[in-house]
């Protein structure tokens, strides 16, 4: 009560400091408070995401390079958009891109299950294990592509080892890799499967661990062989495990770039080219931002749905996941 | 006495112990397989940075240097006016890594704690109050879905173009975020807060409600509560996760290639510089520089173990 008068009191004496005082009380209520930072990001979100994308679609329908004034540009409607659209370079890199993951990711889920199912049947040398595969995601990937590229040389490691079985067909055994266009492809292939088994192992690591003993028990006393039990108990259990690492693995596969810089620049010719080095060659080398710009719009309509139907797969994956877990 | 019944029993058993040792001799064959195939390019990468410029790419190649040097640390790390005897090549300013290091701890440092500031602070209004509805979690995730590259033309267009050309209009200065350290730490800041965001809500969700409950009713206020009561009990998280979004940065690439040109530059972009130089290649300064980008993060990886898989897939993960 006194406590109230003597408010009542300060808040005569100076009304201006009451009205500060209203306002951080305004600021802290229910309605407010949460809403704050929420505004903040928000207000980021649009200044730096949302913006650029609208002066995006803007800049994609005029006709204008970089190397020009940004006066000097002019209405050019959709030609963009056609000039992209009727782009062999472009549907190829995106056909690349697709097959770069498609192939990488399938490598990437095989080989991390099958190194999760080892582990975790390892009882003392489980952790060691585990520390060790998890290096390579930790590695930056440009660093990554820079000691690949140092694997491929003409006078590198790899083709030493080559060297004895090619010697006996007599071919000279200072390959050059990545001047072929297949084996270019699949040394980025290499690359990524590199660093980002460890990924899906460690998704599948937990996957085993999270797996109810007494089910599988269960199963073996009843008379399932172990295959039985891999196929029929183990797998399905599995599932949303596996879902989650495609997923997760095919979204981040899909903005493939690091390697290809450093490792072949995406060549021989285009065969490395994914769409993300198409964009960005597009608007670095040769200066075409409208054209860039008209790219990455429809690119990302493309993309969108993928988005929608990764996030979508998210939500209910991780509903299975805590519902099973409860 | 020994039956047929307990010999067939005894073989029985001693075929399965056999077969279990086979099986674990075949395990851990192929697992240190795999180990061998993950360290052969770390160890080739570490031991080409020790390597003399003749022995970078001599046929047959030296698995270890023959002549071990510092000599490509000495290039990267000197100060000032290089030694000539270093220096073989003429892009001699290329080589320091300073100006790299101290760019990328910058920009780093200050991205990811702006980020974790923000994104903590959302969290806490996310985990506490639902803002922004019951699928803000989820819907927050595209940002980190959108392919790179589609941003970073929107963003080089904007920065590059945009800016200085309203500014100009508007204010009549040329203001121009394009290669600056707050044009790069900003939108660094935004494609790591879906990590932020995500990391955050998973150790706040754990923090009982109503121990804030008791504080607020004791007579503190909003700002008291959480620094207080919630954030104590969340630090070590904040911790976890500045410490992946710092990762997360400090291997960004394509953004800040194609944000920064000459005048600021991360670690990753001085790497790739040293791809195009026009002398060749310099393979040992190159991995040398590999060696100093990727040992703290490493140590750094190692840390927060238990927790990358969280941040990697989401929190989709439970561990």
């Given at each position: 009560m006194a406590e109230v008068t003597s408010n009542a009191i300060r808040a005569a004496a100076s009304p201006r400091r009451g009205a500060g005082r209203r306002f951080a009380r305004w600021l802290a209520s229910e309605r407010v408070f949460p809403l704050i930072p929420f505004v903040v990001v928000e207000a980021l979100f649009v200044l730096t995401i949302l913006i650029p994308f609208a002066l995006t679609i803007w800049i994609s329908l005029l006709r204008w390079?970089?190397?020009?004034?940004?006066?000097?540009a002019t209405f050019a409607g959709l030609d963009n958009y056609q000039g992209v659209l009727a782009s062999d370079q472009f549907w190829l890199a995106l056909a690349r891109t697709f097959y770069f993951s498609g192939v990488a990711v399938a490598l990437e889920l095989v080989i991390g299950f099958l190194l999760a199912m080892l582990v975790s049947r390892c009882t003392r040398s489980r952790k060691l294990y585990t520390t060790i595969f998890l290096v390579p995601m930790m590695i930056v990937p440009i660093v990554v592509g820079y000691n690949f590229s140092m694997i491929y040389i003409d006078s590198g490691p790899l083709n030493q080892l080559l060297a004895p079985l090619l010697g006996m067909f007599g071919i000279d055994p200072r390959i050059r890799w990545l001047s072929h266009p297949v084996a270019a492809q699949w040394a980025i292939i290499l690359a990524d499967v590199w660093q980002w088994t460890s990924l899906t192992f460690l998704i599948f690591l937990s996957g085993f661990a999270a797996l109810p003993r007494q089910l599988i028990n269960a199963a073996r006393v009843m008379g399932a062989s172990a295959w039985q039990t891999f196929w029929r108990v183990e797998l399905p259990l599995l599932k949303p495990a596996i879902v989650i690492a495609v997923i997760i693995r095919s979204m981040e596969a899909l903005k493939l770039f690091d390697p290809v810089v450093l490792l072949t620049f995406g060549g021989p010719g285009t065969s490395t080219q994914t769409v993300a080095y198409f964009l960005w060659e597009q608007v670095w080398?040769?200066?075409?931002f409208s054209y860039g710009a008209a790219a990455s719009i429809i690119l990302l309509f493309i993309f969108s749905f993928l988005i929608f139907f990764g996030i979508y797969m998210l939500i209910s994956q991780r509903r299975a996941v805590e519902g099973g877990a409860q | 006495m020994t039956t047929a019944a307990d010999v067939a029993g005894e073989a029985a058993r001693s075929r399965r112990r056999r077969r279990e040792r086979l099986g674990k001799i075949g395990r851990h064959a192929i697992l240190l397989a795999w180990t061998a195939f993950i360290a052969f390019p770390i160890f080739w990468m570490v031991s080409t940075s020790f390597k003399d410029a003749g022995e970078w790419v001599a046929w047959p190649p030296h698995?270890?240097?023959?002549?071990?040097?510092l000599h490509n640390y000495a290039q990267i790390f000197a100060?000032?006016?290089?030694d000539p005897t270093l220096?073989?090549?003429?892009?001699?300013?290329?080589?320091?890594?300073w100006k790299g290091l101290g760019d990328a701890l910058l920009v780093c440092t200050a991205a990811s704690l702006l980020g974790l500031l923000l994104g903590t602070f959302l969290a806490y209004a996310i985990s506490r109050f639902n803002v922004g509805g019951k699928y803000f979690r989820h819907t927050i995730l595209m940002i980190r879905m959108i392919p790179p590259i589609v941003v970073a033309i929107s963003i080089l267009i904007y920065y590059a173009i945009i800016i200085p050309y309203a500014t100009s209009a508007l204010f009549g200065v040329r203001i121009s975020l394009f290669d600056t350290y707050v044009g790069l730490i900003l939108i660094y800041t935004v494609t790591t807060l879906p990590f932020v965001i995500w990391m955050m809500l998973t150790f706040i969700d754990e923090v009982p409600y109503t121990l804030e409950h008791a504080a607020r009713l004791m007579g503190a206020g909003r700002l008291q509560v959480l620094r207080r009561v919630v954030l104590p009990l969340v630090a070590s998280g904040m911790v976890v996760t500045f410490l992946f979004v710092f990762i997360l940065n400090w291997a960004e690439f394509l953004l800040a290639l194609t944000l920064t040109h000459p005048e600021v530059t991360t670690l990753t972009v001085l790497l790739n510089k040293f791809q195009s130089a026009a002398e060749g290649r310099l393979y040992g300064p190159q991995a040398a520089i590999g060696t100093v980008v990727t040992v703290p993060v490493v140590i750094m990886g190692l840390l927060i173990q238990k927790h990358l898989v969280k941040g990697f897939s989401f929190g989709t993960i439970r561990k």
């Open positions: 390079r970089a190397n020009r004034p940004f006066e000097t080398v040769f200066n075409k | 698995w270890l240097p023959h002549e071990p040097t100060f000032g006016a290089l220096s073989r090549q003429a892009t001699e300013q290329a080589f320091t890594i």
